[in-house]
């Protein structure tokens, strides 16, 4: 149980506001009822002496509380449904298909339960993400040599000039002029710290932020300029891999990643972000250490500068740079998802992967 008074303060106005931040921090149990909660549960909120706070769901469930059936904190947060996640592999595989309303209904799936869902994990409605599908594809199959015409309507476009409004309305020219520009891929989804946004291109990851970074949207533009590129949500063939050692990365499984990783910047940048990738696991580096490593002692400032421009964060450990006197400064995701990760990795067997 989290005994500090300052802490269980903290959790107790985040759990009261419903802050989606401290998702994956901590675990709400209410005494009077035996039942423990996600940070942002939608149940009536008790009083302060009856709450108690844990760090994980299985602390809970050792003491005697039983799982909340309004936020289902046992289950992975943002997850798909079963019979959603069909839905998405059945889209992704035959992006030209189109699933309307009534045959949604005749699959036994109620089309504005769809489109809440789509809202809060994609950002756009189930319809919406199938057009996103579509477009996405023709962008593709022009990229590797395809007639506009013959790309049109392998994606399922019934009119060749509806296609070319709609593709001018997303990449900004026409698809005739579009075999200049790449596509860079987008995913959201969820993790014990919140929703994050990665960004793929054929070369490997090369964007993975939380969708609260307020540089996020800079770093977005910057990549779509360095790669003369337009970001669209789709799959990429790097997301699976991502995902999955994520997955266990969170989970104290996982030590290094092998997803292939591509980031664009100036040499020194890339300098100090190759050097960030060297920080073992559960390590920490001042920025000063960072300077010296790069045998740049005097670059302190631009060795911070250089890390707070990383956009692949967690794949490469900005987070394990910390101030000359041991406190946490400086990440782009928040302090406390950089205390969250660094006390992840600092509990973590010697025998994790």
Not at 32 to 40: A, D, E, L
Request: aromatic content about 10%; overall charge positive.
């Amino acid at each position: 149980m989290i005994a500090d008074p300052a802490l269980t303060h903290e959790y107790y106005r985040a759990l009261i506001a419903k802050d989606v931040a401290y998702e994956g921090t901590f675990i709400a149990a209410v005494k009077t009822t035996g039942i423990f909660c996600r940070p942002t549960c939608t149940a009536r909120k008790p009083k302060p002496e009856n709450v108690e706070f844990y760090g994980s769901t299985n602390e809970a469930l050792v003491c005697g509380y039983r799982p909340c059936k309004v936020c289902t904190p046992l289950s992975k947060r943002g997850e798909a449904p079963a019979c959603i996640g069909e839905l998405l592999e059945e889209i992704h595989a035959q992006p030209a298909a189109k699933i309307d309303d009534r045959e949604l209904r005749a699959r036994g799936l109620e089309p504005s339960m769809l489109r809440r869902w789509f809202l809060k994990h994609h950002g756009l409605t189930f319809q919406a993400y199938q057009r996103m599908m579509r477009i996405n594809t023709a962008f593709k199959k022009i990229q590797e040599g395809e007639t506009v015409t013959a790309a049109a309507f392998d994606a399922g476009y019934e009119s060749l000039s509806g296609f070319q409004d709609s593709f001018k309305a997303v990449f900004g020219v026409a698809p005739s002029n579009s075999r200049a520009q790449r596509v860079i891929d987008l995913l959201r989804f969820e993790t014990p710290l919140g929703p994050m946004i990665a960004c793929a291109v054929e070369e490997g990851v090369c964007l993975l932020e939380f969708t609260d970074r307020k540089m996020l949207e800079t770093e977005l533009k910057a990549l779509t300029k360095l790669l003369n590129a337009s970001v669209v949500q789709g799959p990429n063939p790097h997301f699976p891999v991502l995902r999955a050692e994520l997955e266990e990365y969170f989970a104290g499984q996982r030590r290094t990643f092998s997803v292939p990783l591509y980031a664009p910047g100036t040499p020194f940048q890339q300098r100090v972000w190759e050097q960030l990738q060297t920080i073992g696991y559960g390590s920490t580096r001042s920025y000063q250490q960072q300077a010296n490593a790069l045998e740049q002692p005097g670059a302190v400032r631009a060795v911070a500068a250089a890390n707070g421009m990383n956009r692949i964060s967690i794949l490469i450990p900005c987070h394990r740079v910390i101030g000359a006197d041991g406190k946490l400064t400086g990440y782009g995701g928040g302090l406390w998802r950089k205390k969250w990760l660094l006390e992840l990795e600092r509990q973590t067997p010697q025998l994790a992967l």
